[in-house]
């Protein structure tokens, strides 16, 4: 098809030829549908000059801040929605199962290992908070041994990566359940923060008057042989933002009660003297096995 003289129409359709030759088939179809849903897009809104090029400036002051500790490009992918859609698109499991949601760009290889029952917490602000409760099986057995990453936030709504001074790990370790499936590790009670909202992605939202909030949570990624991973968090019940999600995480079967405690003996038999809090949060894996689907989208991360 030629690429002379084109009408708005005719130019979709030679933009789409242009890319009818590609070495790989999926890459075609990709580029060949986005290019549908730009043209699409532009011509829907009948977008100005002048609107066009405040988009390329937002997406090069996107790029500018984004080097390997920040990603300001997964950032945008999370509030307008994508990263959610790419994660129920591409985790179905049964519809017991832990469901996944958006793996957030604080995680960090080689968190320190701890043992079952544990402190993670290592200095974090905050109250202690005892989290507990077993890997099983979408038909109730225990999953034995399963890994289990934790990473979140401390009680100024900041993880470890985020404060400037810190030599160490905060807030962050990994361990194994035991072989009844049982995990425990002490931290701090998460709480609610705010995505950084200090480049182009928190001007949008504050243009569009949204919150960057993100109810309490605690991130988990448990790996166990036969089953499939599952990168999830757990929120914190009654958090304000449930229903807000800056990133639009939250599902249901997410969301556990934190209770307070008065000082005294734990659950676990360790004695505090201060008042602390317990999460009880029971990780539902799928059989690693694409006979065990019904169908239900769950969705994940990056692993
Ligand atoms: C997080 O939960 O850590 C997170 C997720 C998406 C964007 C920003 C932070
Ligand atoms: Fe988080």
Redesign the pocket.
Known sequence: MSTRNLADEELTQAVLSSFSGCRSERFQEIIQSLVRHLHAFASDVELTEEEWFAGIDFLTQTGHITDDKRQEFI?LS?VLGVSMLVVGLNHRKPSVATPST?F???FVEGSPRVANGEDIANGAPGEPCLVQGRVISVSGEAVPQAHIEVWQADDDGL?DVQHADLSEPRGRGHLYAGDDGRYCFWSVKPTAYP??ADGPVGKLLANSNRSPM?PA?I?FMVTARGYQSVTT?VFADGDPYLDSDA?F?VKSELIAPLTRHQPGRAADGRDLDVPYWSINYDIVLALDDASDMSGRAGGSSRR
Request: hydrophobic share 35%; proline share 13%.
């Open positions: 950032l999370d958006v957030g760009p604080f993880y995505i950084p993100r949570h991130h968090h990133v995480g």
